[in-house]
Nanobody, 127 residues
Framework: QVQLVESGGGLVQAGGSLRLSCAVS????????MAWFRRALGKEREFVAF????????TYAESAKGRFTISRDNAKNTLYLQMSTLKPEDTADYYC????????????????????WGQGTQVTVSS
């Protein structure tokens, strides 16, 4: 079993920055591909960013490209999402997710492919 706990959310003005963290406990963190998703009020959960098990490959949603950076520290069992130039439309609950899939080349932006989820952290961007 894997447990994920997000932190770092909060209220920020448009143009500001936040760094989200996801602490992972349980089975070896380095075995899991990781991703961030978000869900805005009244909308479906959407993919934000992905990082493979080693941290060597990342993929971003178009809305996140150039503004967000996903990274991981396998020694600290922690996933990060650095968010910059935040916009009001980034307001959402942000979730980290883990996928126990084999292969360095595996990737998915479909939330159904992820086995474990955190409880979410709220990000509010004021205009």
């Amino acid at each position: 079993q894997v447990q994920l706990v997000e932190s770092g959310g909060g209220l920020v003005q448009a143009g500001g920055s936040l760094r989200l963290s996801c602490a992972v406990s349980g089975r070896a963190f380095s075995r899991y591909h990781m991703a961030w998703f978000r869900r805005a009020l009244g909308k479906e959960r959407e993919f934000v960013a992905f990082v493979n098990w080693s941290g060597g490959r990342t993929t971003y949603a178009e809305s996140a490209k150039g503004r967000f950076t996903i990274s991981r520290d396998n020694a600290k069992n922690t996933l990060y999402l650095q968010m910059s130039t935040l916009k009001p439309e980034d307001t959402a609950d942000y979730y980290c997710a883990a996928a126990g899939k084999p292969g360095t080349l595996w990737y998915s932006s479909d939330d159904h492919d992820y086995n474990y989820w955190g409880q979410g952290t709220q990000v509010t961007v004021s205009s």
